[in-house]
């Protein structure tokens, strides 16, 4: 599902392709250079949006995946999204909720902690 942001990439897009496209000496290289940008746009603000919904990016399904297989200490799972340019919270320790902040940030990983192990992490 196409959401508000992923059309407003794609008309930004379509403008420039416009735009583009008229002053170009070679307007068949200039519209195939745009639509090229315009499929990008179209696949960052869906991305995006995937992981504004909680679905996170293949990276991170990849490194939560990681982390519950191998049965991560917080600590590890921690230092594990770091390195990979994410930060990290405990949300959930022993079934209790802690105390977070309910800003959204692409960037993130929540971890849900069992057994002192990562047990499930989302994204946002």
């Keep these: 599902m196409r959401t508000?942001?992923?059309?407003?990439?794609?008309?930004v897009a379509?403008?420039?392709?416009?735009?583009l496209?008229?002053?170009s000496?070679?307007?068949?290289?200039?519209?195939?250079?745009?639509?090229a940008a315009a499929s990008e746009a179209a696949d960052a603000a869906e991305a995006a949006d995937a992981a504004a919904a909680g679905g996170g990016t293949p990276e991170m399904q990849a490194l939560c995946a990681q982390m519950v297989a191998e049965a991560l200490s917080p600590d590890a799972a921690t230092a594990l999204a770091t390195e990979n340019g994410y930060v990290a919270r405990v949300g959930t320790l022993e079934g209790e909720p802690q105390?977070?902040?309910?800003?959204?940030?692409?960037?993130?990983f929540t971890f849900?902690?069992?057994g002192g192990v990562v047990?499930?992490?989302t994204y946002g």
């Design 119 to 121: 047990v499930a992490c």
């Design 4 to 11: 508000t942001k992923t059309i407003a990439a794609s008309l």
């Design 21 to 23: 496209v008229a002053c």
């Design 25 to 35: 000496s070679d307007p068949a290289e200039t519209a195939t250079s745009a639509i």
């Design 14 to 19: 379509l403008t420039a392709l416009t735009a």
């Design 99 to 108: 105390a977070v902040t309910m800003d959204l940030r692409e960037d993130r």
């Design 112 to 114: 849900e902690v069992t």
